[in-house]
């Protein structure tokens, strides 16, 4: 399959036009077709000569140039024009000479310089005509209108190219941009979950290291023991998360961070703090809000035991009206100087505010909590 495709890619490249290509051909066209008229012989003091057919390949031989030079290539096509009637030679016209210059301009950004070199192109036609004593209502009355109309043709033509163009770069330009934002809302989810998920797992490991070796010092088995058994539980548990989130950053898929009805998984058993959880009926919650209701409770958690000097906490979640109301307090009072502000808690606001909610904190000397408003709609 790799071969196929790679040989698709490859055929894909090869038959793609290069722009060059389609300059010469149109540049190629010009010069048969002005050429073509020219040898009709139409009016004129000279008939054509060598001269004559090298100016038609000059003139086509500008296209090459239309990309970079397109104001001027369109006005030495109608200087070049001008030139071609003094010399002389048989009538070809003023539009089709320098449609496809015309067309250029429009299409390539030039269309005043366009409008212009045709406004300028035709009125010195007129003027020289009339001056040879052509008649008035053939000049003015019916061929200005069809050449008129002709160049105007040909820059709405290149100016509704260009316009399409533009659409379509803005397109994809819009497209790039909503890519790189979900990029960028995935890797802060990922960043998150992270933060949450394995650094609650870090902090209860470390607590219960703690204590493990508190009760080997003091020679208590089978608290060691316990200790050591939460310790391997949580280790399990980190490892499990961090599983699923490679398994996200390798194939994107939605991630379930979790549901209320396993959120006492996330309170600790055997800590120095005494946790108590009060965890009401989560149906009719959304998913998404028993997600982010599920990561703000784990990262609260993970700060009651990181930074809190508290010997209690509680944890209660429960439907308030149109709302998941959630509150994690703890007696410890307020935590050290800018806990309050780390990432752990700007990482809560944020998912609170994810789903329409807010998340405030209250403090004083004897406590702190965490409150969260997370909307679910349809009030009791």
Known sequence: MGNVHGSERRRGSHTRWPAWATDALLGAAVTVIVAAVMSAGYGGRNDPDGLAYIWTIGLGALMLARRRYPGLVVTISVLGLFAYYTAGYPAIGVAVPIAAALYSAAEFGRMLWGVVAAIVALLVSVMFRLADGQAVSLVIGYELAGHAFLMAGALALGDSIRSRREVVTLVAERAKRESDEHARAERLAVARDLHDSIGHGVSVISLHAD?????????????????????????????????????????????????????????????????????????????????????????????????????????????????????????????????????????MRERAASVGGELAIRSTPNSFAVTALLPIGGGE
């Open 211 to 347: 204590v493990a070796g508190e009760a080997l010092a003091a020679q208590d088995s089978g608290q060691a023991a316990r200790a050591l058994r939460h310790v391997t539980s949580a280790a399990r548990s980190t490892m499990a998360d961090l599983r699923e989130t490679v398994a996200v950053l390798r194939a994107p898929r939605e991630r379930s961070a979790g549901e209320l009805a396993h959120l006492e998984r996330v309170i600790p058993a055997d800590s120095p703090i005494a946790f108590t959880a009060d965890i009401r009926d989560p149906s009719g919650v959304p998913t998404a809000v028993q997600a982010t209701a599920f990561r703000i409770v784990q990262e609260a958690v993970t700060n009651v035991l990181k930074h809190s000097t508290a010997t209690r906490a509680r944890v209660e979640v429960a439907r308030e009206g149109s709302n998941l109301r959630i509150d994690v307090s703890d007696n410890g009072g307020a935590p050290d100087v800018g806990v309050a502000e780390s990432h752990g808690i700007a990482g």
